[in-house]
C-alpha cells in the first residue's frame, strides 16, 4: 500500500516497480498487440506456476480483461493449505487492501457528478466539526486527498487490529487523524488516513454508512456480489494468508482496521474483472454505469506530477509508463495478502492479482514486466542529454534523501535514518542512488543505464522522485553533519548511558561493601537509569501498543524523559541551595541527559 498501515517496515511498500524512459519525455504507442487467449493462458501459467514455487507462495488468483470481456480467470495453488481449499477466482475472497482507495475514490468522484461536492474547495465546508490545523491557512481539499497531497504526516497508531476494539469510521476520523507535515499540494506522500477521510466524507454527504454506499452505488450495479469491508473469519471462501520461513507455513491472523475505506475491501478476482471492465469502458458495465464518460476521464487523467516527465497520480489510481504504455494502477498489502490492479487504456486491458503471502509482492512486481516484455517489448533507447551538467553542478543536489513517508509522529520517527538513501554525483550527466547509476536525459532527469526507471531531482525545493514510486517523494537532509550511520551511532550511545551506570553504581556500591567502608549509593541517579531504560522498552513498543488506540497512561511514559530531566535538574538546585557536594559523576550525568533529552526532542521522541 501499499500494504496498509505497517511501519513502512522501512519497506516501503517495497514498490520496486520498473517505470519507463519517456519518448522525448512522454511515451510513444506501443507497436505490439495484445495476447489472444491461448497466449495468455501459456504465459500465465509457467510464470506463476515458476515464482510462486521460487518464492513460496501458497495460493494466488489471477484475472485479466481485454475489450470489455474477462478473458482470463484462474486460481494457483491453496487458498486454505490446513483445509487444502484450492485457490478459486470466482469464489475465494481475498483482502485486497488497499486497492480500496480506488474504490472510495470512485464513490468521491460520483458525488462530483452530482453536483455534492467540489474537488477543489476546503473540505471543512462539508465537516466543519473537523479539528484540524491548517499549515499558513492553506486549506485541504478533496483533490488534495484523492491524489495524496493534503500534507497529511504518516501515523502507524491507533489504525486498528483486534477485533474486540474496532470503531468506527467516524470515530477513527475524529480520534486517529495525524497532523500536517506540509502545506497541501506541495508533495506527493501516500496517506492511508487521507482517503479513509475522504470515503468518512463519502458517509457523512450521502447520509449513509461507508459500507452501505458503496455497496448500493458500486457494487450492486457492477454484479460484485462476493465484494464488501466487512468479512466472517468463518466463511469457507474466505482466504488464509501466510507467512513462510525455513520451511514452514505460519497462518496470519486476520486485522480488523478502523480506516475502512483506506484497505478493507475484500473481493473475488471475478468481481475485480467488473470494476477493471468499467473504469476502462469509461464507467459503463453491461449496461449499468456509475460515473459518466466524462467523470471517468478526469478521474483517469493526471491529477499531481513533480514534473511532467514524471508518471503521476490520477485519482484513485497511479500513474505508470512502461514500455511505451501508460498504465494507471493501485496496489495493496494487509495481513500477509498481497494484490495489484493495473489498468492499460490504450490497450483496454485489465489485470489483476491476489495472493495469499507477504512474499507475493517479488511475483507481483515481477508479472507487470515480463507481461509488457512479452506482449509489448520495448524499443525505446536510452538517449542521453547533448548537453549534460558539469560534475560541480551536479554536486549541488548531492545528500541523504529520505522518503517523505518516514516523517512519522512519535519514536518510530528516528526511523528514517533506516530509510535514507545518499545520491552522489560521479562524473558529468552521471548521478548514483542506492548504487545504481542513472545517466542525464533531460533538465533534472536521469535514466537508470540498466533500466527505464527514472530520477527527477528539484534543486530548489530540495526533492526527488523515482518514476517507479509515483506516490512518494525523497526529500533532502540539509544539515551538513547528517549522516544515517552517525544518528543511530548517537542514539546507541546516548542509550547505553543509563544501564552503564546502573552497572558502575551497583559495582561500586558491592566494592564499598566487600572493603566495609562506608558505600554512597546514587540512588537517585540509579533510579533515573532504570526508569529510562523502561523508556526504551515502551519507545521501541508503541507500534505494538498503540495499534488500535492510544491509551491516556501513555502519556506519562511518553514524556517520562522530560520528566526525569526535570528530577535531576531539581536534585541539583537543592544541593547547591543546601551548599552539599555534587558529585562530578552528577554533573555530567545530569549534563548527558540534559543532552539526549534534546536530541529525543529532535527526533519527534514525545509526540503521537
Request: aromatic share 12%.
Amino acid at each position: 500500500m501499499g500494504g496498509i498501515f505497517v511501519f513502512i517496515k522501512l519497506k516501503i511498500v517495497r514498490w520496486l516497480l520498473l517505470a519507463a524512459l519517456l519518448c522525448s519525455v512522454f511515451p510513444a504507442s506501443a507497436s505490439a498487440s495484445a495476447p489472444d487467449k491461448q497466449q495468455l493462458e501459456a504465459f500465465l501459467d509457467e510464470f506463476m506456476n515458476s515464482k510462486m514455487k521460487e518464492y513460496h507462495v501458497p495460493g494466488a488468483v489471477v484475472s485479466v480483461v481485454q475489450d470489455g470481456k474477462a478473458v482470463f480467470l484462474k486460481g494457483y495453488g491453496y487458498a486454505n493449505l490446513e483445509r487444502k481449499v484450492p485457490a478459486d477466482p470466482y469464489k475465494t475472497i481475498f483482502r485486497v487492501g488497499s486497492i480500496s482507495k480506488s474504490v472510495t475514490s470512485t464513490a468521491v468522484m460520483q458525488l462530483y457528478e452530482e453536483g455534492k461536492i467540489d474537488l477543489h474547495k476546503d473540505i471543512k465546508q462539508y465537516i466543519p466539526d473537523l479539528k484540524l490545523s491548517y499549515i499558513d491557512q492553506s486549506p485541504i481539499t478533496m483533490h488534495h486527498l484523492l491524489t495524496h497531497t493534503a500534507g497529511f504526516c504518516e501515523s502507524i497508531y491507533a489504525v486498528g487490529r483486534d477485533r474486540d476494539q474496532q470503531v468506527s469510521l467516524e470515530e477513527a476520523i475524529k480520534t486517529g487523524l495525524p497532523g500536517l507535515c506540509r502545506k497541501p499540494g506541495e508533495q506527493v506522500a501516500y496517506s492511508n488516513q487521507g482517503l479513509s477521510l475522504a470515503g468518512y466524507l463519502v458517509e457523512k454527504l450521502s447520509g449513509k454508512p461507508y459500507e452501505e454506499v458503496i455497496r448500493d452505488r458500486i457494487f450492486k450495479p457492477l454484479q460484485m456480489n462476493h465484494s464488501s469491508f466487512h468479512f466472517q473469519e468463518s466463511d469457507p471462501n474466505l482466504a488464509r494468508s501466510y507467512s513462510y520461513d525455513n520451511g514452514t507455513y505460519k497462518a496470519a491472523p486476520y486485522s480488523y482496521i478502523h480506516h475502512l475505506p483506506a484497505g478493507a475491501l475484500n473481493s473475488t478476482a471475478e468481481d475485480m474483472t467488473h470494476y477493471m471492465i468499467a473504469h476502462l469502458q469509461q464507467g459503463q458495465y453491461e449496461g449499468s454505469r456509475i460515473l459518466s464518460d466524462r467523470t471517468a476521464e478526469l478521474m483517469h487523467q493526471t491529477q499531481f506530477t513533480m514534473n511532467k516527465n514524471m508518471p503521476g497520480m490520477a485519482y484513485g489510481f497511479y500513474e505508470r509508463y512502461q514500455n511505451g504504455l501508460r498504465l494507471i494502477e493501485h496496489d495493496g498489502g494487509i495481513d500477509e495478502f498481497e494484490s495489484y490492479m493495473y489498468l492499460l487504456p490504450s490497450e483496454h486491458t485489465g489485470i489483476f492479482i491476489s495472493t495469499n503471502s507477504g512474499e507475493g509482492t517479488n511475483v507481483i512486481e515481477q508479472l507487470i514486466s515480463a507481461y509488457l516484455d512479452r506482449f509489448y517489448p520495448d524499443t525505446q533507447r536510452l538517449t542521453r542529454t547533448a548537453s549534460p551538467a558539469t560534475l560541480q553542478e551536479l554536486k549541488s543536489i548531492e545528500g541523504y534523501y529520505i522518503p517523505n513517508r518516514a516523517h512519522l509522529q512519535g519514536p518510530f520517527n528516528f526511523g528514517q535514518n533506516l530509510s535514507a538513501v545518499p545520491v552522489k554525483a560521479v562524473e558529468d550527466g552521471v548521478i548514483t542512488m542506492k548504487d545504481q547509476r542513472y545517466l542525464q536525459i533531460g533538465p533534472n532527469l536521469f535514466q537508470n543505464e540498466k533500466s527505464q526507471e527514472l530520477i527527477y531531482v528539484d534543486a530548489e525545493h530540495h526533492t526527488l522522485a523515482l518514476s517507479s514510486i509515483p506516490m512518494m517523494e525523497y526529500e533532502r537532509q540539509n544539515s551538513p553533519v547528517y549522516n544515517p550511520t552517525l544518528n543511530i551511532v548517537v542514539l546507541l550511545g546516548f542509550a547505553l548511558i543509563y544501564p552503564l551506570q546502573v552497572i558502575v553504581a551497583l559495582i561500586l556500591w558491592l566494592v564499598g561493601l566487600l572493603s566495609r567502608k562506608k558505600a554512597r549509593f546514587d540512588w537517585l541517579s540509579t533510579l533515573v537509569s532504570v526508569l529510562f531504560i523502561v523508556y526504551f522498552l515502551f519507545a521501541i513498543s508503541t507500534q505494538e501498543l498503540f495499534i488500535n488506540r492510544i491509551p491516556g497512561w501513555s502519556y506519562l511514559f511518553l514524556y517520562l524523559p522530560i520528566i526525569l530531566l526535570s528530577v535531576l535538574i531539581v536534585r541539583l538546585l537543592v544541593r547547591l541551595v543546601r551548599k552539599m557536594k555534587v558529585t562530578v559523576l552528577q554533573y555530567l550525568f545530569l549534563a548527558a541527559t540534559a543532552a539526549f533529552v534534546i536530541y529525543l526532542y529532535s527526533w519527534s521522541f514525545f509526540s503521537v
